[in-house]
């Protein structure tokens, strides 16, 4: 047919853009296999008092293991009192404290000067602006006594920082090892007061901040000025996944993706976790998520073997993240921009639009004939709108997550339509149905990877677009075209509209068995939780007996493939091809809806973007493989059960078994 000419050929162009904006991924996910592996100093010195031992013993232990940085985090006015370093004369608006030596007096003053807080003398106007500070050596007492006066109340006072330790980070660095610095938002935050903050971060040896409470620097009203800080500072802002704190989408986005992901694992979580889920838990934030900072907390304070247990524990995160040679312990960096041009999303859109074209032409008679032009602009309309910017691309990846996996399974529902030719071996046929569904998935897969090949979906600043949709909708298109049919080369767009009326209502017409009602609606409940499951914020989660069996399949196999592929879908596409080939029309278009499963998750997960693209292949092989077995081994039982028996007759409807 004509229209395949240029369709083809605008397919065979996005695809090359696309394999080259995915080598451009590649490349910079290739030069970043570090991940940095930080403790908490005060876990530290608490197990250094545990096993009675000094804490820089602890840590030569620990650089040791893999471990690679402590966390530190600030000091603020309070924990100064409650040490008992500093007394407090609060009163209303202003705060008088009082240190016993000057070297904490100075670091107070110079801290939250930095913040934006005034220091006035006693005798002086609120109103004055400079900083001043009495030493008692001025009146006549011992030198090593000051007093301050501060324009602030103390209850915003109190949760100020005053900086990092400096003698905890005097014996980090004297271990070896990095310093990363846990800060805190605070008011007053703006262009000048964060840069102080941060250029005093750097200076004491830190590069890297994570922020603590509840807000990230520069919330609310300066994300901004944070990001323009951070970047002129040369200070790395770490991301604590799953963290949720306030202002943390905005200022990823000012950053523009030049940040660090940190995962973490808070105490009271720790308390729920066995040893090895947490082991399994830090691995795969490494290895499957870009993750490039884990921030490990000790498994243990107790018993005589406290230290070895710690030891043994960040050794093994540090194995499993670095198996098949694919991260080692290191200094964490931000990952580099693919620098993908802008004619390459172009490009990358046209394979997109292609697909959405070719699945228009393949199921609506009337696109051939009356919508035929407009069916062929639409990759370049599609082409055009990569090349506006991320939202764009983010539409024409939808579209294509949208088309593909449907025309990939198209030819699954021509099975299912034509009458059976009895062949009593349908395994060789089957299984190579699904490697021509899965390539031309394959197609989808590279324009959607082409389209979001930028460092802001690398680190999931930004996320592919309308995930549950790209999970429910090939489904539910495919589900539907079992129904009404797929249209004949020759036919009109009355012929259509009779075939459809025809079918809907045999369809309607047809007996409800109590065991077809109740397969029915099994198979929905199961496609409802899969769809459920899906996205960023799935709204179900996953059962402990689940989290067991995927731990065996990690341990047994290069990767763990995804259950709904390799035990769900890509068996139910053999079986409804292989059952259609004997004559089983109705049980295989059943079949046939769930084995779209597979086909869509295929694609979904190449969406995953902060996932890297070599871990995705693999994971699809190892599921196809699989599935595919099982796929065969099903319908070699299956047909020994349907032998001996005659073929159903096609129906109009092969929905349900009657």
Known sequence: MPWRIPLATMLAIGVLASLYGAALRYRAEQRNRRAEIAV???????????????????????KQSGVTSVAVTEDTVQDMVDAGRAQLNASGPMTGIQVGDAAGLQRIVTNLTMRGVRAIPPDTAASVPSVLLWTAEANGAAPSAGYV???????PLSTMGIGIPPEQVETIRASGLK??????????????????????????????????????????????????????????????????????????????????????????EMGTLSEADAIDRFVRAARERNIRLLYVRMVTFAGVDALERNLKYVAAIVSGMGRGGLL????????????????????SGLAGGALAAWLAIAVLPCARDRWLLLVLLLPLACGVLACIGESGRRLVALLSALSAPTLACLPMVAAVQRPSDGRPKPSSEALWALVRASLVTAIGIASVVGLLASRPFMV???????????HAVPILLIAILLVIGLPDAAETVRQARDRIKRRLNSFLAQPVLLGAMVMTLAILAAL????????????????????RFRALLDAGLPIRPRTKEFLLGHPAFVLAFGLAALGKQRWASVLAVIGVVGQVSVLNTFCHIHTPL????????????????IGLMALAASVKFCRQSPPSPVTDVPLAEP
Not at 52 to 61: E, I, Q, S, Y
Not at 614 to 628: D, K, W
């Open 40 to 62: 908490d100093y005060a876990e530290v010195t608490r197990l250094a008092a545990a096993v009675g031992v000094p804490a820089a013993d602890v840590l030569f232990r620990l």
């Open 179 to 268: 310093c990363v610095a846990r800060i805190a938002n605070f008011p007053g935050a703006r262009l000048d007061t964060l840069k102080a903050v941060l250029s005093s971060i750097r200076a004491a040896g830190a590069d890297i901040v994570v922020c603590t409470g509840t807000e990230v620097l520069g919330h609310y009203g300066a994300t901004s000025d944070a990001a323009q800080a951070l970047a002129s500072t040369g200070v790395l802002w770490g991301q604590v996944e799953f963290g949720k704190q306030k202002g943390d989408d905005g200022l990823a986005r000012a950053l523009n993706g030049h940040y660090i992901r940190v995962h973490s694992i808070s105490e009271g």
């Open 328 to 347: 080692r312990p290191g200094a964490a960096m931000p990952f580099e921009e693919t620098d993908v041009p802008v004619w390459a999303f172009g490009l």
């Open 149 to 155: 006066r501060l324009l602030s109340a103390y209850p």
């Open 528 to 547: 409802m939780l899969a769809v459920a499951r899906t996205g960023n914020e799935p709204g179900v989660g996953v059962s402990g007996l689940e989290m």
């Open 460 to 470: 999931k600043t930004s996320q592919f677009l309308g995930i549950k949709a790209a």
């Open 614 to 629: 070599t871990l995705s292949a693999l994971r699809v092989l190892v599921g196809l493989v699989l599935g595919g077995l």
